[in-house]
């Protein structure tokens, strides 16, 4: 199957400082890929979906300027976390869109990032 | 309104039992697609199956298959012989030929017991 990179898996920042996330697809070209947000013992919220070489499109209640998505690449997509507080702390996943055989498509996911914001 | 509901919160199962996931789902376009997915501890997201909604024949992937009933709209998750590597959050997802978005269930944790 495709497989979808995170870097890092876990970091720990303080107070007021960026965090930047980076998600690539390893094996695949990923024209879409997304950005989700997991509190403990719940499902995965869509923050964003980010599409190569335009602008990101943010769900309601995410602030586009608190939360960085950059998709520069049709590998490559990175989140930037602004001016972190506590309250970001949470397990951030991205995936990339690709194709089934068949034609149908699904996600791919990375393997999540734990930030901890002190 | 929800969208892809999951009855059970959790579930235990037998090593080596087939165990069955619930997911039904609520939605107005002819077209779709349902997924499952898995998420161990470790916290990454596993694609399991896929089922569209025009497929005729239940999709299977080695011990995963699916049971489609559209009229009843849901799409339930069987595991056979299950492994104790099996326990897991398990998650249903669909997305709708309208949007390229997935809706993803609240999950349902599964325990295999040796």
């Known amino acids: 199957g495709a497989v979808v990179s995170q870097h890092p898996s876990w970091v720990i920042c303080k107070s007021g400082t960026s965090v930047k996330i980076e998600c690539r697809s390893l094996d695949f070209q990923a024209t879409t890929m997304f950005w989700y947000r997991q509190f403990p013992k719940q499902s995965l919220m869509l923050m964003a979906t980010?599409?190569?070489?335009?602008?990101?499109?943010?769900e309601q209640g995410v602030e586009k300027d608190k939360f960085l998505i950059n998709h520069a690449s049709l590998t490559l997509s990175t989140l930037t976390v602004t001016s972190a507080h506590p309250e970001d702390s949470s397990f951030y996943i991205c995936s990339a869109r690709a194709y089934l055989t068949g034609g149908a498509d699904t996600q791919y996911f990375g393997p999540g990032t734990r930030l901890t914001v002190l | 309104a929800q969208k892809i509901t999951q009855t059970q919160p959790g579930m235990f199962v037998q090593e080596k039992e087939a165990v069955t996931l619930d997911c039904t789902y609520d939605?107005?376009?002819?077209?779709?697609?349902l997924f499952w997915y898995k998420q161990p501890s470790s916290g990454e997201m596993i694609f399991l199956i896929y089922q569209g909604s025009y497929d005729q024949q239940n999709a299977t992937e080695g011990r995963y298959s699916l049971n489609f009933q559209k009229a009843r709209k849901s799409a339930n998750l069987v595991i056979s012989a299950s492994q104790l590597g099996d326990s897991a959050m398990y998650f249903c997802?669909?997305?709708?030929?309208?949007?390229?978005?997935?809706?993803f269930g609240p999950g349902t944790r599964l325990s295999v017991l040796p």
């Open positions: 980010s599409n190569e070489g335009s602008k990101a499109t943010y």
């Open positions: 939605t107005s376009d002819p077209s779709y697609g």
């Open positions: 997802a669909m997305r709708e030929l309208r949007g390229q978005n997935f809706v």
